[in-house]
């Protein structure tokens, strides 16, 4: 079993020079599974935090819901839409004269870490912001 640190070292691994877009989409496609992971597992335990914050700091009505249920199971498809767009933009990027100056930020470990970033902020906003009104609820009304 691969340690942590071995397995980050993989995930984060450029690519070798010269590279085509056929190696770009390959090195994406093998994360993509712990990409999906990864933020799924957040993501679920995001939204169970959301969830107690939430009914612990409002009153619900009869029938009203804490969140859409719908969008648990809509949210891969916007998630994996934004994760293929790393290669594409790699691909654009090694295509393209134009980004000569931006070339080496727009390498897969880069663009995977900004990526990577980017879905745990938007992942963990509803549950950071329930908690945040939830702490507040308890310090001020008691």
């Known amino acids: 079993m691969r340690s942590s640190t071995e397995f980050c070292q993989w ?9 085509t877009r056929a190696d770009i989409i390959r090195w994406w496609e093998k994360r993509r599974l712990f990409y999906n992971l990864f933020v799924g597992g957040i993501g679920f335990c995001s939204l169970i935090a959301f969830v107690f914050f939430l009914e612990n700091t409002i009153t619900l009505k009869p029938g009203e ?5 719908i969008a648990v199971f809509l949210a891969p498809i916007p998630i994996n839409i934004c994760y293929t767009a790393g290669w594409v ?3 654009f990027g090694l295509s393209t004269g134009r980004f000569q100056q931006l070339k080496r930020f727009l390498t ?4 995977l870490k900004v990526g990577l970033s980017f879905s745990l902020f938007v992942i963990l906003l509803p549950s950071v912001l329930s908690g945040t009104a939830w702490t507040i609820k308890l310090i001020f009304h008691r």
């Open 11 to 19: 995930l984060f691994m450029p690519l070798p020079e010269p590279k």
């Open 65 to 69: 819901d804490s969140f859409e249920p």
């Open 89 to 91: 933009i790699e691909c």
């Open 108 to 111: 897969g470990p880069t663009l």
